[in-house]
């Protein structure tokens, strides 16, 4: 596929040919600057159509964690704003009638606003702002299930320049334990030029539903599952651990952990999901294990993730495969403490430079269009009013 990003440039030959046919077949009925305009034409419609399919083939989405910091409770008040009910009178004025002459008459004008004044009202809301700064509305009742949980709130003036009602707020924070802690998760969007080229590694197409694969679970109410499995035990305490570690080494450190368990399955498996999952986005560190089918044992452990720290990777995966029994709560317990203190980003930006093949169905779309184009282009230029001084002299030497 190396030769599409290529052969979608051969899409300007079709203009060349046009060009020529033109010029052997019609150049009495054209000027020279209509030669360059389907060239011209052809060329930007080539590179904007190279440009959306790669940024539609290299656009990702990562998973950011991190924990609500605190919760606002801002109370309704109203405030004085200019008056948008205008007045109108009557005037006398000047009109012309039907026949055109101009005599006096009464005109509807506007002749100020029916208040001095107008009040806007603005209805009481809450928020809360998360660790990584980003603000997210949420209902009253939840406001107040925060502040409960927290024990703590307080007030703050805001002197606002309001009317009658001077609405402050109220705020309550995170008091610091962890088992007060509410973890958040959010989408966001990067370039992974990774999966869009071979330059880097190749991944096959899997089925999904052949191998028993995890989706990536989606953001529900800001929040995302990381520990995918059936029912096993301590599964609530693990999750909730791993939760907190996604949130503290969310964002900041650019890490989301993942565990996901695999039941009575080879160590193929997980080759696959790595495949399905493209390696997994940047920020990730992938822990994947296979468990016997009566899952008390662990069979196999592989750790899906781009992290420049190969090391840790070899080691969480030696040390879960050989672990014998299977302890969902000690793995996860010594997972984020080796991960926390010893994970290192992969930039993605050093893979800038691999280049990004437009797949074989976006150089066809892009050679039709152009040919239609092209064509579109060559009647107007054929059947407009532009045509060579000398024909037009000519045209009028027979004429005369």
Known sequence: MKGVSMLIFGTLLIPVFVALMLYFKFRHKMVWWEYTIPLGVSLVLTFGMKA???????????????????????APWNERVSCGHPDYCNRPGMCRDMQGKMSTCIKRERCGNVHSYDVEYHPQFSQFIDSNGAVHRISEETYGQLRDRWGNQSFVELNRRSHTIDGDVYVSQWN????????????????????????????DEVDPKAHGLYEYPPIVNLQQSTLLGPEVPYLAEARRLLDIWNAKLGAKHKLRMYIL??????????????????GGNKNEFILTIGLSPNAER???????????AKDLKKR??????????????????ELVGDVAQNYVYKSFKDYDYVTVNPPLWATLLAYFITLCVNLGLSLWVIRNRHVPEECVSQTSLASS
């Open 52 to 74: 959306g399919v790669e940024q539609v083939n290299i656009r990702d989405t990562e998973y950011w964690g991190g924990w609500v910091t605190k919760v606002e409770w801002y």
């Open 176 to 203: 610091g334990a962890d088992t007060t802690l509410v973890p958040i998760a959010t989408e966001h969007t990067y370039e992974n030029r990774v999966q869009a080229s071979t330059d880097v590694r190749t991944f």
């Open 261 to 278: 368990l695999f039941v009575g399955k080879p160590e193929e498996v997980a080759i696959a999901q790595e495949h399905y999952w493209k």
């Open 298 to 308: 662990v069979t196999w452990a592989r750790v899906i993730s781009w992290t420049q």
């Open 316 to 333: 969480v995966e030696e040390r879960v495969g050989d672990s014998g029994a299977f302890d969902l709560r000690k793995i996860t317990s």
